[in-house]
């Protein structure tokens, strides 16, 4: 089940609903989360289940997600402030199971999410833009 997220800030942008995370059909391979594009400051939402993330407008690879502390304001989260949070999960190296004579498996590499701090604002460049959660779906 995914998350859905209203993105505003005090300027008065808007990407308008997010749709975060994975849904029935497709979380195995998909995992929708925001990411800045720094080539033409667009907010898009990103497959981080793929290795490379590019901007959906310009094609560029300079890309950060809106985890990255860089495009937080406060970085004192605390877990009761999450709006989103999913874990993500990747094969870990076979190399590593082939010496234990075990099976790769799917292993948690990386923990996705937004909180209720102010993130940067794509379009004004001000650390006003928040996130809300809004609903689920699937
Ligand atoms: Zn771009
Ligand atoms: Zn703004």
Known sequence: MGNVV???????????????GGGKSNF???CSFP???????NLFIGNMKVPFVVCSQCDSS?????D????????GLSEDSWVFSQELYSLVP???FLFFKRK???EVTRKLMLTNEKYLCPKCDNFELTFKFFGLWD
């Open 6 to 20: 209203e993105a505003k800030c005090t300027c008065g942008y808007t990407p308008g609903k997010l749709f975060l």
């Open 28 to 30: 195995k391979t998909d």
């Open 35 to 41: 990411n800045l594009c720094l080539e033409c400051k």
């Open 62 to 66: 300079s890309v950060l997600p809106y």
């Open 68 to 75: 990255d502390p860089s495009l937080i304001h406060n970085t």
């Open 94 to 96: 076979v190399a590593r």
């Open 104 to 106: 790769p498996k799917w």
